[in-house]
């Protein structure tokens, strides 16, 4: 497990040198109506479904591997630097997998809860995703994969009417068993181009709450 996770760690920051270069060479004048912070999901959300991203005013923020501490790091840099209208956390999955989400994953909810607070007091709107169901041929690679269910009802308990609007891609991905349907992903865990077309109508009506329009 420890070998697993300074691999991981190794990759994630080269990813964050890499795009804090590119980003240095975009004018800040660019202000994105929405940044989408999280792990491997989100990151590979722009080549799978690359016109959800592409002449929409959205930042696709995802680096593969990281927990929600990593962002919780990058948050002031990869989100409030931008002055986003919106920004959408989808965080935890690796916390599960890799990292400490500390007991009853109060150590995660913390996390993203401090990422949520410091959006909105940056006047920034919060969207707040639960992390996506995992089928079973993923399950026996997480450390805590008890913890899911722990996680989405403290998550769930962070959102409420006026304020972070929650989002659970469960309802597009779901197979009823605590899985993802047939189709819709890879490895148990990431998303197929199907699986982010599914999730699509979901994440534009959140958009459209969090935005007010």
């Known amino acids: 497990m420890g070998i ?5 760690r190794k990759a994630a920051n080269a990813r964050v040198r890499v795009r804090r270069w590119a980003h240095g060479r975009e004018a800040r004048t660019q202000r994105p109506d929405a940044v ?5 999901i989100t990151e590979q959300w722009l080549q ?6 592409r002449g929409q005013k959205r930042r696709n923020a995802g680096i593969g591997g990281q927990t929600s501490r990593d962002m919780l790091a990058r948050f002031d840099a990869d989100v409030i630097a ?3 209208r919106v920004v959408h956390i989808m ?6 997998w890799h990292g400490d989400p500390g007991p009853e994953a109060t150590t995660a ?11 909105q007091a940056a006047g920034i709107a919060v969207i707040l995703a639960m992390p996506p169901p995992i089928g079973p041929e993923a399950r026996p690679l997480f450390g805590r994969p008890e913890l899911f269910a722990v996680l989405h009802e403290g998550l769930a308990r962070l959102c409420g009417p006026g304020g972070i609007v929650p989002v659970d891609y469960a309802t ?3 197979d009823g068993r605590g899985g993802i349907r047939p189709g819709l992903t890879t490895d148990g865990v990431h998303l197929t181009a199907a699986g982010y077309r ?3 109508g979901q994440a534009e009506r959140a958009l459209a709450v969090a935005l007010g329009e």
Do not use: C, K, Q, V
């Not at 989408?36 to 491997?40: A, I, M, P, Q, T």
């Open 198 to 200: 599914a999730i699509r």
């Open 91 to 96: 965080a935890g999955t690796n916390d599960l």
């Open 4 to 8: 697993i996770r300074t691999a991981l």
């Open 48 to 53: 799978y479904d690359p016109g959800f991203f």
């Open 172 to 174: 597009s991905l779901g």
């Open 82 to 84: 931008w002055r986003p």
């Open 36 to 40: 989408f912070l999280g792990d491997s």
């Open 109 to 119: 909810i913390a996390n993203i809860a401090e990422m949520a607070r410091r959006a």
